[in-house]
């Protein structure tokens, strides 16, 4: 070879290789800096001398695969960048994945942060509910769930909620939703609930009421004095594990109630009894019950005894000669005892004007003499109490044999 080629051969070789050398990859840059799992960026790949004429290849490649770059990217003859797609898809959690270039021995990378789906917006609905009714939740994620789901949890200030730990979002979805139970409350209680996929926590209230009270009968509502009633309350809805209390009262003295009466956890009903004393007149007592978030009050009367029967053993009597009747009452009588005022149709029967049956009795029997009579005749007798009806018994009386 002449000698004047072989040095422009080794000059050329030289250049090339000079100029091979200059083209390195500088640095790699991303549009942004983190995106979340599913949305693309681009990314722009330097290099630190024009390319060639038959510009230069660079191999790019990403860290994992939820990252997706193309396999080489070209840049043009006498430019120094290019610009390259960079795609992702869902994730379960958050990533850091480093996107490479390569041209000849060199290597530069950029980092790109991969966001998992967080919580967006978390809603009850209703947000006001009963302790141990239901509800709907409704939760809403910042992006598709990724392949295989996303595990959404819930934190609560309470257990009272009473909604599960977690749900699972569907792949490709964005909402979830889930039905629940609350659990019964003695007092009115907001429950803080937190959802969250990973760290991101977005809040709830969830605000839980108690059962009221919604029934209370009085079996019976009138009473004679030292007879008892009972008193039948009844909750809206199931109390709590520490049960519900409710207090008692009465503005007489002649009606007394227990102070108070625990319906336990899970019922809804509880009875007490209410114990009267003697009275000497009718009285109307106001019996109030008392839930921590309602009340009903009942009016119980409290009443004289009355004439309950009024009866002669045999109903016949021979003139001259006498026999017995008997009045019983429908409660005992009060202090002082109760006066029966009687009256008879026919003069031939003596009876006494009035009876007194003792404090604490319910009956008594007297005695009802006749006089002679010419022929057969009948007597109705009345036995009338204070403030009631009149009661009779109809007496024949036979003339001697």
Same mark, same amino acid.
Request: aromatic share 4%; net charge positive; charged share 10%.
């Given at each position: 070879?002449?000698?004047?080629?072989?040095?422009?051969?080794?000059?050329?070789?030289?250049?090339?290789?000079?100029?091979?050398?200059?083209?390195?990859?500088?640095?790699?840059?991303?549009?942004?800096?983190?995106?979340? $799992?599913?949305?693309?960026?681009?990314? +722009?790949?330097?290099?630190?001398?024009?390319?060639?004429?038959?510009?230069?290849?660079?191999?790019?490649?990403?860290?994992?695969?939820?990252?997706?770059?193309?396999?080489?990217?070209?840049?043009?003859?006498?430019?120094?960048?290019?610009?390259?797609?960079?795609?992702?898809?869902?994730?379960?959690?958050?990533?850091?994945?480093?996107?490479?270039?390569?041209?000849?021995?060199?290597?530069?990378?950029?980092?790109?942060?991969?966001?998992?789906?967080?919580?967006?917006?978390?809603?009850?609905?209703?947000?006001?509910?009963?302790?141990?009714?239901?509800?709907?939740?409704?939760?809403?994620?910042?992006?598709?769930?990724?392949?295989?789901?996303?595990?959404?949890?819930?934190?609560?200030?309470?257990?009272?909620?009473?909604?599960?730990?977690?749900?699972?979002?569907? !792949? $490709?979805?964005?909402?979830?939703?889930?039905?629940?139970?609350?659990?019964?409350?003695?007092?009115?209680?907001?429950?803080?609930?937190?959802? &969250?996929?990973?760290?991101?926590?977005?809040?709830?209230?969830?605000?839980?009421?108690?059962?009221?009270?919604?029934?209370?009968?009085? +079996?019976?509502?009138?009473?004679?004095?030292?007879?008892?009633?009972?008193?039948?309350?009844?909750?809206?809805?199931?109390?709590? *594990?520490?049960?519900?209390?409710?207090?008692?009262?009465?503005?007489?003295?002649?009606?007394?109630?227990?102070?108070?009466?625990?319906?336990?956890?899970?019922?809804?009903?509880?009875? &007490?009894?209410?114990?009267?004393?003697?009275?000497?007149?009718?009285?109307?007592?106001?019996?109030?019950?008392?839930?921590?978030?309602?009340?009903?009050?009942?009016?119980?009367?409290?009443?004289?005894?009355?004439?309950?029967?009024?009866?002669?053993?045999?109903?016949?009597?021979? !003139?001259?000669?006498?026999?017995?009747?008997?009045?019983?009452?429908?409660?005992?009588?009060?202090? $002082?005892?109760?006066?029966?005022?009687?009256?008879?149709?026919?003069?031939?029967?003596?009876?006494?004007?009035?009876?007194?049956?003792?404090?604490?009795?319910?009956?008594? *029997? &007297?005695?009802?003499?006749?006089?002679?009579?010419?022929?057969?005749?009948?007597?109705?007798?009345?036995?009338?109490?204070?403030?009631?009806?009149?009661?009779?018994?109809?007496?024949?009386?036979?003339?001697?044999?």
């Amino acid at each position: 070879m002449n000698h004047g080629l072989k040095i422009c051969a080794a000059v050329l070789f030289t250049s090339l290789a000079a100029a091979a050398c200059a083209q390195k990859i500088s640095r790699v840059t991303l549009a942004v800096p983190e995106v979340t $799992g599913g949305v693309g960026t681009t990314a +722009t790949v330097e290099i630190s001398a024009k390319a060639p004429a038959a510009g230069l290849t660079v191999t790019l490649a990403a860290t994992n695969p939820a990252v997706t770059v193309p396999a080489t990217i070209a840049i043009p003859s006498g430019q120094t960048s290019t610009t390259f797609p960079v795609s992702t898809v869902a994730v379960p959690a958050n990533l850091n994945v480093q996107i490479k270039g390569t041209a000849g021995a060199a290597t530069e990378s950029a980092s790109l942060r991969v966001f998992a789906p967080q919580v967006a917006e978390f809603a009850f609905i209703p947000a006001l509910i009963q302790g141990g009714s239901g509800s709907t939740a409704s939760v809403k994620l910042t992006s598709p769930a990724p392949t295989g789901g996303i595990k959404v949890h819930f934190a609560s200030s309470t257990p009272a909620w009473g909604g599960p730990e977690f749900i699972t979002v569907s !792949a $490709g979805d964005t909402i979830g939703s889930f039905s629940f139970t609350s659990k019964p409350v003695g007092f009115k209680a907001d429950a803080t609930v937190n959802a &969250f996929c990973t760290t991101a926590r977005v809040p709830s209230i969830l605000t839980l009421t108690p059962p009221l009270l919604t029934g209370f009968t009085l +079996t019976p509502t009138s009473v004679v004095g030292g007879i008892s009633s009972t008193g039948i309350l009844k909750l809206n809805g199931p109390a709590p *594990s520490e049960g519900v209390r409710i207090t008692l009262s009465s503005d007489s003295p002649l009606a007394r109630v227990p102070d108070e009466v625990m319906i336990h956890g899970g019922e809804t009903t509880g009875q &007490f009894e209410i114990k009267t004393k003697s009275v000497s007149e009718q009285v109307s007592a106001r019996i109030v019950a008392r839930a921590p978030a309602s009340s009903i009050e009942l009016a119980l009367v409290v009443a004289l005894p009355k004439i309950a029967t009024f009866t002669s053993p045999s109903g016949e009597v021979v !003139a001259g000669k006498s026999t017995t009747a008997v009045i019983n009452l429908n409660g005992p009588a009060p202090a $002082g005892g109760l006066t029966i005022t009687l009256e008879c149709s026919n003069s031939a029967v003596k009876i006494p004007a009035t009876l007194s049956i003792p404090a604490g009795s319910s009956s008594l *029997s &007297f005695v009802i003499n006749t006089n002679a009579v010419t022929q057969g005749q009948t007597a109705v007798i009345n036995a009338t109490a204070p403030g009631g009806k009149a009661q009779q018994i109809t007496l024949h009386i036979s003339k001697p044999a």
